[in-house]
């Protein structure tokens, strides 16, 4: 009776341990993978080790860079910043990033000179920071975590020249992966044990050739469409992108309403609304949905779908 009784007490903490952070159907205590500095692990889990690239799907932030915090209610579509969100489980950062050299006005509501880049959603006066400040947050969990790839795909009017001099500048260069199209992705394991975790994808495809370390985004990947002012509307339809050869598929899982709204996000963020929507655009493009781009990464914990779909497939 003393040796049954602890493995009864063990098994049952990890059974609400499993509930309160995993589906129901998810693995995660039986594998011990509910430890990300685990020397096993591969973003999180350790199953995904050996699965390539686009084999994965990530929780990815959309406007990442757009946080309660720093930015007004009218332009946030996130609560906490990018340090916030890589701890929490998010391993796809979607951010925009703007060139406003020459503008007179731009760059006064950021902190910076005239000549930087900066993020911001829709207008600077609603919120603004320099890229550098978003690359410093990045490096800095990357490297703290050397278990974690991570995705980030660029919006905005920025040169693909000038985002890759900001990589430098940062010494991120190094890290940034670069995919051959034609070739297979590798194993998150192989882009670990390479370091070369960064993947950049932009949506400027005029002058990526010539900085193959940033891919064109929408060579490389497909997506859904991403302007509904309602969930009812939501599909599974191809929008833009490489429909034929992508390799990515984006789920863009989000309302474009006049301002952001958490209200919304508790809603479809909720597993049970996000997963069955994931599962049903996974079978109709016969491709699971490598980046799900989501708002409010903390609201109704959208992790849980992700686990789901990287742990128990279809």
Known sequence: MKVILPCIIAISICAIQCKKEVPETSTACESGTTNQNASDTCNLHPELCNKKFNEVSFLMTHNAHAD???????????????????????????IKVYNTTGSSTAWLFCSGAPDNLYVYHGDPTLGCETFESVLMEIKAFYEANPKEVIPITIEGDAPPSEV??????????????????????????????????????????????????????????????????????????????????????????????????????????????????????????????????????????????????NLNGL
């Open 68 to 94: 309660l915090t720093d930015f007004s209610s009218l332009a946030a579509n996130q609560d906490g910043d990018i340090t916030a969100q890589l701890n929490a489980g998010v391993r796809g950062i979607g």
């Open 164 to 309: 890759m001099n900001a990589f430098i500048n940062a010494g991120m260069d190094t890290y940034m992966y670069e995919q051959d199209f034609n070739l297979p992705w590798p194993t998150l394991q192989t882009l670990i044990n390479e370091n070369k975790r960064l993947v950049v994808f932009m949506d400027d495809g005029t002058d990526t050739d010539t900085y193959p370390k940033i891919h064109d985004m929408y060579n490389f990947i497909y997506d859904t469409d991403y302007d509904h002012q309602s969930s009812s509307t939501f599909d599974c339809e191809k929008f833009r992108g490489n429909h034929t050869e992508g390799s990515l598929f984006t789920l863009n899982h989000f309302i474009t309403d006049i301002t952001p709204q958490q209200d919304d996000a508790a809603i479809i963020n909720d597993v049970s609304y996000l997963l069955p929507r994931a599962r049903s655009c996974w079978v109709y493009n016969n491709h699971i949905p490598n980046f799900v781009m989501i708002d409010f990464w903390n609201t109704s914990n959208p992790l849980q779908s992700i686990d789901s779909l």
